[in-house]
């Protein structure tokens, strides 16, 4: 079994749809999670960063941690065809921040 | 503007070569790390180092060697390359004890 685990879709929606995207994890050490999003022949850019559990909100994007459940979501409200990439999380055990991903969601925003 | 260059964007080599992938950043990040990205297996560690003049192993780190004489460099080397070693390649950077990474735009690798 994977340390993290990610759907890797694709996920299609239509334009203004609310998005959800999601992460399981087994380590329960991880305190750091993070969402990468990687555009085609691109490098991952961070798009999100929280610590422990809670929500954290930018704009349209809303990052939530489950500890409890070892969950993590992403939600990108009214979504645009510009939010069309791969969507990676990432965790941190701790320590010399190494990153565990999990292998990415193909996301599609279709006008 | 302050980042992460990566050399070659791309490049086809025949196996049993010698090659190196060139990484530099200019953020004085002390942390560099080697990535491997494959379709369904997301990114995965090849080589890290912490500081100039250390490094370590990641999760796949057989057929490749790293080297950090200074803070900015990271070259990444495949002594002898195999047609496995197909894969897209990112270089990436942090502070230690910090918690995120920021990446380098990637070399598309293929070995015939």
């Known amino acids: 079994q994977k340390e993290v685990e990610q759907d890797p879709g694709p996920l299609s929606v239509p334009e203004g749809a609310i998005v959800s995207l999601n992460c399981t994890y087994s380590?329960?050490?991880?305190?750091?999670f993070m969402w990468y999003r990687q555009y085609s022949r691109k490098g991952p850019e961070l798009l999100m960063y929280?610590?422990?559990?809670g929500n954290k909100e930018d704009g349209r994007f809303t990052a939530q941690v489950d500890k409890s459940s070892k969950y993590i979501s992403l939600f990108i409200r009214d979504s645009q065809p510009s939010d069309s990439a791969t969507y990676l999380c990432?965790?941190?055990?701790?320590?010399?921040?190494?990153?565990?991903f999990g292998a990415g969601t193909r996301l599609a925003v279709h006008p | 503007i302050a980042g992460i260059t990566q050399a070659p964007t791309s490049q086809i080599l025949a196996a049993g070569r010698r090659m190196t992938l060139r990484c530099t950043q200019d953020?004085?990040?002390?942390?560099m790390y080697w990535y491997r990205q494959d379709l369904g297996l997301g990114l995965r560690l090849i080589h890290y180092?912490?500081?100039?003049?250390?490094?370590g192993k990641g999760e796949v780190p057989d057929g490749y060697s790293v080297s950090r004489a200074n803070t900015d460099d990271f070259p990444l080397t495949l002594a002898s390359a195999v047609p496995s070693q197909t894969s897209v390649y990112f270089c990436?950077?942090?502070?230690?004890?910090?918690?995120?990474?920021?990446f380098g735009p990637g070399t598309r690798l293929t070995v015939l």
């Open positions: 180092s912490n500081t100039a003049g250390t490094t």
């Open positions: 953020m004085r990040h002390n942390a």
């Open positions: 380590n329960s050490a991880f305190q750091y």
């Open positions: 929280t610590y422990s559990s």
């Open positions: 990436a950077s942090g502070l230690v004890g910090g918690d995120t990474q920021y």
């Open positions: 990432a965790m941190n055990p701790g320590g010399y921040n190494k990153l565990i």
